[in-house]
């Protein structure tokens, strides 16, 4: 194969795109290491590369944002990037608790209680 410039071979491709063919191109590699024996310490971090990068590929890395509203409204966010939002009303989730007959309240409680548990796992903005 004959070498070309890293700038000739991704113009006109998405970062995604970028990634997506290197980690062919190490999937590649890592299945003629295989050939080579037993797992060698280059092949596993290799392989433990490979793992880390297609985690970011499928489920790409954006801010996580959630709103926690009590007694009021939620008036709208900017933001200068893409963030995934979500609202935490806490009126709605006490009217699900109190009205678990409604199949409805039954999905929107489990999202809450999602929320929730997902609120634990991050920092405070304010």
Same mark, same amino acid.
């Given at each position: 194969?004959?070498? %070309?410039?890293?700038?000739? %071979? @991704? ?12 980690? +062919? ?8 290491? $295989?050939?080579?024996? $037993? ?7 290799? %392989? ?26 939620? %008036?709208? &966010? ?7 939002? $979500?609202?935490? +009303? ?7 608790? &109190? ?10 409680? &489990? ?9 634990? @796992? ?5």
């Amino acid at each position: 194969m004959r070498y %070309q410039p890293v700038i000739r %071979q @991704t113009r006109g491709k998405s970062d995604m795109g970028v990634l997506e063919e290197l980690l +062919d191109k190490l999937n590649i590699l890592d299945n003629l290491m $295989s050939t080579l024996g $037993s797992p060698g310490r280059v092949q596993k971090q290799l %392989q433990q590369i490979v793992r880390t990068v297609r985690k970011r590929v499928e489920k790409p890395w954006v801010p996580r944002v959630i709103i926690r509203i009590e007694g009021g409204n939620f %008036q709208g &966010a900017s933001s200068n990037m893409y963030v995934h939002l $979500s609202n935490l +009303d806490i009126d709605n989730k006490k009217a699900c608790e &109190a009205n678990r007959k409604d199949d409805g309240c039954k999905e929107s409680l &489990a999202y809450y209680r999602h929320l929730e548990n997902e609120l634990k @796992t991050l920092k405070p903005l304010l």
